[in-house]
């Protein structure tokens, strides 16, 4: 008789999901996946692609790709055993979530927060401890500071600012959290150069449990890519190091993030752009009726309307691709979407306004 085959595998597979993006990643105006709206100008690509031809594309690459690793500690002004790049800042979830959970082990995770932690968290057959977020989305610091306290976490994730509430932690916050227990700490910074709170990257010298996640994947308008750094003391990183995919990062990858570090202004003018249409949407959500918005401390807003299946159905048959994200913890009928280019923001805004 054939054994199901479930049986042979992990049985932690039972309790997760393939994962999926709701609507696909197809639309005529795509606002699902709190990317940037703009690609790289075609005069970097082609300076790019010209320094790729001449890699040698029969060799591996570095185990870890030392010259974009220097070039980004450089560029936030640490010493290059402080960073670590990844294929994708997912990537160094797992290597991270590798290094610090396991059978028994406790993580602090506030809900809602990315939907990858708790994946991987049950993966790794570890203990979550859910620390919901106040009403409004905010984060519940004292009781984070509590449950880390009374449940002796080992692992606590903070992502700041975070995805899905789009709500963000002050670095004092962060510190307060970090330096009430041994926990490691990994601060999710994938938002941070849209947020008005300073990144977390000044506690790295003070505080040793303390681990930076950046991704180059939204301001850097990079997630084809696929880039991702964690930043922290030395020691640290040697071992977070440990578990890492040996030549995950191409060498496409290391010259693509050395061309654009190098022309940062690029980056510049889109979080200025990306702020300012925030900024617009928000103050035009406000005045459409039926429609609650949150204000955002990120490159996308969350709004809460009276049927978010039935609008997410809407605009989508309008062409318009946005996150029904109401599966979420205190979350009910709300729904997400970036900030897209200008014609993009008006069509959207049309559409709520005339439902
Ligand atoms: C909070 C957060 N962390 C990490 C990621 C992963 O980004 P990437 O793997 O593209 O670097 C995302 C992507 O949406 C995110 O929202």
């Known amino acids: 008789m054939q054994k199901d085959i479930k049986s042979l595998l992990n049985p932690a597979l039972q309790n997760i999901a393939v994962y999926k993006v709701e609507g696909g990643q197809q639309a005529e105006i795509k606002l699902n996946q709190n ?20 890699e040698p594309w029969n060799r591996y690459p570095e185990i870890l790709p030392y010259r974009g690793m220097k070039a980004y500690a450089d560029f936030i002004g640490v010493p290059v055993e ?8 997912n990537e160094m979830l797992y290597t991270i979530f590798l290094a610090c959970l396991g059978p028994g082990r406790k993580v602090l995770i506030p809900e809602p927060s990315f ?13 979550i401890v859910g620390v919901p977020m106040k009403p409004g ?42 330096a009430c227990s041994d926990a490691v700490v990994l601060v999710d910074e994938a938002y941070i150069e849209f947020s008005r709170e300073r990144s977390s990257l000044e506690l790295i010298g003070e505080l040793q449990n303390v681990i930076v996640l950046r991704t180059m994947s ?33 060498r496409l990858a290391e010259i ?3 061309r654009v570090l190098a022309n940062y202004s690029l980056v510049t003018d889109t979080v200025s752009y990306i702020l300012n249409q925030r900024e617009q949407l928000y103050q035009e959500l406000l005045s459409i009726k039926d429609v609650e918005v949150f204000a955002s401390d990120t490159n996308f807003l969350i709004i809460r309307v009276a049927d978010a299946a039935s609008v997410f159905r809407s605009l989508q048959n309008e062409g318009i691709l946005v996150r029904n994200v109401s599966g979420y913890p205190l979350m ?24």
């Open 82 to 89: 402080s960073v670590l790049m990844s294929n994708g800042s």
């Open 256 to 258: 693509t993030l050395m």
């Open 218 to 250: 939204k301001a850097l308008a990079l997630a084809g890519i696929r880039i991702g750094f964690a930043i922290s003391n030395p020691a640290l990183m040697q071992e977070i190091s440990k578990p890492k995919i040996p030549f995950a990062s191409g």
């Open 332 to 355: 009910e009928n709300c729904l997400r979407f970036n900030v897209g280019l200008v014609e993009e923001n008006r069509r959207l805004i049309s559409k709520l306004g005339a439902l």
């Open 35 to 54: 990317e940037s709206p703009f690609d790289l100008p075609m005069w970097l690509k082609e300076e790019i692609l010209g320094e790729f031809q001449q």
């Open 115 to 127: 939907s990858l932690y708790e994946k991987l968290a049950v993966l790794l057959q570890s203990r």
């Open 137 to 178: 989305l905010d984060f519940d610091v004292e009781a984070i500071m509590k449950a880390a306290r009374e449940e002796q976490v080992d692992f606590i994730v903070l992502s700041t600012p975070n995805n899905p509430t789009s709500k963000s932690l002050s670095v004092e916050e962060v510190r307060a959290i970090a």
